[in-house]
């Protein structure tokens, strides 16, 4: 696996936190997580495969939606449960929190 961090320039670290890029990340498990996190955050899959995420309810039951290339995680309490795929590329995009609303006029506490 390949990570690549990437800061991103002053005029741009106003809304972006950081990118990153996974080459070949290979996962063993059937589900991953996501920590909850103040940062919303743009994940693009490099692999054009179809990423199903949700949170993990109380009785263990999964409200998966079903992404295709990209999808946003927000601000959010609990982790994020999505079905990892064995070797998979991504980028993920952090924002601050307010540059969402700045950008699209969405608050970041809004998206799952």
């Known amino acids: 696996m390949k990570v690549i961090q990437y800061d991103p320039t002053p005029r741009l670290s106003r809304y972006v936190k950081s990118v990153t890029l996974y080459e070949d990340y290979v996962c063993n498990y059937k589900y991953e997580k996501l920590l909850p996190s103040e940062y919303p ?51 993920s995009i952090q924002f601050h929190p307010f540059a969402l609303n700045a950008i699209w006029g969405i608050n970041g506490d809004e998206l799952v």
Do not use: C, M, V
């Open 41 to 91: 955050q743009l994940i693009i899959d490099l692999d054009e495969k179809t990423t199903y995420a949700g949170i993990l309810e109380k009785n263990n039951e999964h409200n998966f939606q079903a992404h295709r290339k990209s999808w946003f995680s927000g601000i959010f309490t609990k982790p994020l449960t999505y079905i990892a795929q064995h070797i998979s590329s991504a980028a």
